[in-house]
């Protein structure tokens, strides 16, 4: 079974930067697909950005400007570097790992990031 360990939420300010890691406890390869979703309340759960296999980036119009999703193959990890944080970004982010050949999702537990006014 594999397992995301996620770190990095918090509480941010409006115009703040906060960054968000997960490590896949699986061996990594290129050609794994990581990345984010986030859910906040009474929504449903979004994608935010992931590094599709094969390395394409796909993001959400909402924070393509403002976010950064990268992945470490060394280390089996992706990151998401979030700038200019919004208050619309307050959500549950859950990490997202579906590795080669891409027939199974893996969810993190999800990390709360808050931005307040």
């Known amino acids: 079974q594999v397992q995301l360990v996620e770190s990095g939420g918090g509480l941010v300010q409006v115009g703040g930067s906060l960054r968000l890691s997960c490590a896949a406890s699986?061996?990594?390869?290129?050609?794994?697909?990581m990345g984010w979703y986030r859910q906040a309340p009474g929504k449903q759960r979004e994608l935010v950005a992931v590094?599709?296999?094969?390395?394409?980036?796909n993001y959400a119009d909402s924070v393509a400007d403002r976010f950064t999703v990268s992945k470490d193959n060394d280390k089996n990890t992706v990151y998401l570097e979030m700038s200019n944080l919004k208050t619309e970004d307050t959500a549950v982010y859950y990490c997202y790992y579906n590795p080669y050949p891409w027939t199974r999702d893996y969810w993190g537990q999800g990390t709360q990031v808050t931005v307040s006014s």
């Open positions: 699986a061996n990594a390869y290129r050609l794994d697909s």
């Open positions: 590094v599709e296999g094969g390395g394409a980036l």
